[in-house]
């Protein structure tokens, strides 16, 4: 069992970076989403497992992102397709507010809810409209 690892964007994201879905504002992701990123236990268990590094986990960020929500943050739809709700309202919005009167899930700036309309893989499909989130986050 380990990290999951990104499966959209371009080349040098693809295969090399945590999946942004899961581990935003990790400072190894391919997406820059917050204004903070953090150096995890994540990336320091990576970097130990590597045999290149010795790794002090003391040095770990304290690290919120799904913080309390539980193996369904993984395991579960981010949107629910039955009702088109978060499943997960402190981390995935369910609505196109471009205010920028959210704070951020890490409470470190201002963010707003982006949508996305164009071509979408059938399981990344939550809303009958073709709408969705950014692609870096499996368009939640």
């Not at 992701?29 to 497992?49: N, P």
């Not at 402190?90 to 471009?98: L, R």
């Amino acid at each position: 069992i380990g990290a999951p690892i990104e499966n959209s964007g371009g080349e040098g994201t693809v295969g090399s970076h945590w999946e942004t879905k899961y581990l935003n504002y990790e400072y190894l992701t391919g997406t820059l989403i917050s204004a903070q990123s953090y150096v995890s236990k994540f990336t320091l268990a990576l970097m130990e497992d590597s045999s290149w590094y010795q790794v002090d986990y003391n040095y770990a960020e304290r690290y919120t992102w799904g913080q309390g929500e539980g193996c369904s943050f993984l395991d579960d739809g981010c949107i629910s397709t039955s009702t088109k709700e978060s499943n997960f309202p402190q981390f995935w919005c369910d609505e196109d507010n471009d205010s920028g009167s959210r704070c951020t899930a890490d409470y470190t700036g201002l963010g707003y809810c982006a949508s996305y309309t164009g071509s979408i893989p059938s399981q990344f499909k939550y809303y009958t409209d073709n709408s969705a989130g950014p692609e870096s986050h499996d368009y939640c």
